[in-house]
């Protein structure tokens, strides 16, 4: 079988899964897709496909097959067919015109009047350190104050996540918590007139959720420990801190900030791809012909600053170029949090902010379960030892 490769839909078929699940478990590191001569679509190692079936299948862990692949079942949003789905709907389209609030209550299965703007019961945080500094500072003391968040009714779950909401979004702005929209929020600290703002009511929007990615799949197992959503926000912002994750967005912002400075950003680029470093935020293993939330996002910034769009095509197409592989959401946010001169730091506080949606939603679902989520290890060691005669 050496050399046999299988279609996305023929390896979807034979592991008995949908293509969603496929391409999720592509984006955890379970299986690989290979670019190959003479196909368009990525394929997949036949052998590596039944070696993967055949440790799925294995019974000597006595545990389902569900708790050895960590693949949750979620009514909350899908990727299929190369877009991101909202309870069905497309995220693309919500981004439109949809703000943050909107989506939150979409996410948490609320009506929108439900989600009453906070004006009061939300401590100022502090201005110390970085920013994911004072959001697990204002997190600790916010859940060591507020009761009322030990309540996991679905109304107390809510009322906890709308504080959080605006403590995190305070923490970026570092203004008094107000009523005002969240992009309205930013849009206010960061200066930005009506077409930034927009660009980033976009972003927000189609960063609240992404199905089960390494953040949100922390939240979920928190959540299920019966664990309260300070707490549970505190471990997916851990997570999402860490530099594979959004901290590539981070990476990419730097990136664009050397770039603004050249007058041709592309010999900058191939240069560090010479010195053998990378151009952050580009592929997105779920998105094969490309990351769709990206594109939006920079066409987007393209209208809003149209003096800028000449070098946001370049830099797009440089990028794409020399790296092979077509822009991620991370490369958006970076270029967006750059042309619109957002401080340094932005594009991970919008991810953050945005995310932290997504979170509680997820939370919210998995209170709703009795299920304590416990994955199993497998084991690589040496052989056991009985110490039995």
Request: hydrophobic share 45%; net charge neutral.
């Amino acid at each position: 079988m050496d050399g046999f490769y299988l279609s996305a839909r023929e390896t979807a078929t034979r592991l008995g899964v949908k293509l969603d699940t496929l391409y999720a478990y592509v984006s955890r590191g379970l299986l690989h897709s290979v670019a190959v001569a003479g196909h368009r679509e990525r394929q997949y190692d036949a052998e590596e496909v039944d070696r993967f079936r055949a440790s799925r299948g294995s019974a000597r862990y006595g545990e389902p097959r569900a708790t050895v692949i960590p693949v949750i079942d979620s009514a909350i949003g899908t990727i299929e067919g190369e877009r991101h789905y909202y309870r069905g709907q497309d995220a693309l389209a919500l981004a439109m015109t949809a703000s943050l609030e909107d989506i939150a209550a979409l996410l948490w299965n609320i009506a929108p009047s439900a989600l009453v703007p906070l004006s009061h019961g939300v401590r100022q945080p502090g201005c110390a350190g970085g920013l994911i500094e004072r959001c697990h500072i204002a997190l600790a003391e916010a859940a060591a104050s507020d009761f009322a968040a030990l309540d996991l009714s679905r109304p107390g779950l809510v009322r906890t996540g709308r504080s959080i909401l605006a403590l995190l979004t305070a923490c970026v702005t570092q203004h008094a918590v107000c009523e005002h929209s969240v992009h309205d929020q930013l849009s206010v600290a960061w200066g930005l007139d009506a077409s930034g703002s927009d660009v980033v009511r976009r972003c927000l929007v189609l960063l609240a959720d992404h199905e089960l990615n390494a953040s949100t799949f922390v939240a979920r197992c928190i959540a299920s420990t019966g664990a309260t959503p300070y707490a549970v926000v505190t471990g997916a912002l851990a997570a999402l801190s860490g530099r594979r994750h959004g901290g590539v967005s981070a990476r990419a912002e730097a990136m664009f900030r050397e770039l603004a400075e050249a007058p041709d950003p592309v010999p900058v680029m191939a240069a560090r791809l010479a010195r053998d470093e990378t151009l952050p935020g580009m592929g997105q293993p779920l998105y094969p012909h490309g990351d769709p939330r990206a594109h939006a996002i920079v066409t987007a910034l393209a209208a809003a600053v149209p003096k800028r769009a000449q070098w946001i095509d370049g830099i797009v197409e440089g990028a794409t170029r020399l790296g092979g592989q077509r822009p991620n959401v991370d490369f958006a946010l970076g270029l967006t949090a750059t042309v619109l001169g957002l401080p340094q730091g932005a594009a991970f506080a919008i991810f953050l902010v945005a995310r932290s949606v997504g979170w509680i939603a997820h939370a919210i679902e998995q209170y709703d379960s009795t299920v304590l989520i416990r994955p199993r290890a497998r084991y690589t060691g040496p052989a056991p030892i009985s110490a039995e005669p």
